[in-house]
């Protein structure tokens, strides 16, 4: 009985701590410092290196991490590192012909650190890794191609890794919309046509029409609004939270817009009454999963107030 106690409390601590431990998920740059860190130790001093590829996503990650490391080695005053610029000149020349960003074989780096006098060459790679990503670094020996050192660590799924590997910057909201709602009076029912457009980041620049229908008025025979608008918000992404509609944010905003409306009466012929108004809206709502919107707006011409809220569907351009 207390050997099975014993062994369900080491089960349980293993699950408990185990994991965090192990898998503990850091941000992209202290991974590259703690891969390094960790295959430096046991050469010697002045040894010399070549980082020959990272294979990623991107071209964007892979140079990233490339230069990263070098970087790191390099700190380490340990190391004469190869230097980058001479493995891009020998590539430019015809020297050597291999692709940094993808995986290069043990013959073909062996090639490459004999072709630079290096005694270790370094290779690694960038993938993803259940909610993470897994960076995996190995030194080898040149001459012998027996790997010397290896780590990897767990890098946390972050925006800076999602725009590293080809990602939209998440806090430039670029898209195309259309949404159905009411104002709960003249207009009852509202559709919009949009647009926004995002040349800083945490904010965007809304443009589009509202066309309204519907009257409950007396002795209306039709009715018809049109409010072409313009509207500057700020905009907080909340792609990093552990929720399913992960992707997409929050905004709040103003603007202005020009109120065009016109009743036709059922009991006076060709009579028709129209509106014509200017406008100040606050706005505010949610966008879920890059696909859908949920707004709220309070618009006013300074004699009264409308509310507006409406669901609709967006194209975010990634």
Known sequence: MKNMLLVTGML???????????????????AIQNVVANISP???????????????????????????VIDALVGMGRFAVVSRNDLEL???RGELDFNMSYEVDDNTAQFIGRFFGAQLIATGAFEPFGNAYRLRLRVLEVETAVIQAAHTESVQRDRFVRYLQ?????????????????????????????????P??????????????????PNVEGYYSVVPFAHYAFFLPFDELPIPFAMGGWHIGAGFGFMIEEYRFAHFAHHSDRHRAFMVDFVTGFNLGNMFDISYTLRTDFSALMQ??????THRFQ
Do not use: C
């Open 42 to 68: 046991g050469f010697e001093a002045g040894t010399r290196i070549a980082v020959v590829s990272v294979q990623a996503g991107s071209d964007r990650m892979s140079n990233y991490l490339i230069d990263g």
């Open 166 to 198: 080809g990602a939209a910057d998440p806090s430039r909201f670029w898209s195309l919309g259309v949404s159905l709602g009411s104002s709960f009076a003249d207009p009852w029912v509202l559709a919009r046509l949009s647009a926004t457009l995002a």
């Open 12 to 30: 349980a601590s293993m699950l408990a701590f185990g994991p965090g431990v192990v898998q503990a998920q850091v941000r992209l740059d202290d």
């Open 308 to 313: 507006k809220v409406s669901v609709g569907f």
């Open 200 to 217: 800083l980041r945490n904010s965007f620049i809304r443009l589009g029409v509202d066309l309204g229908f519907v009257s409950d008025k």
């Open 90 to 92: 020998a590539l430019l």
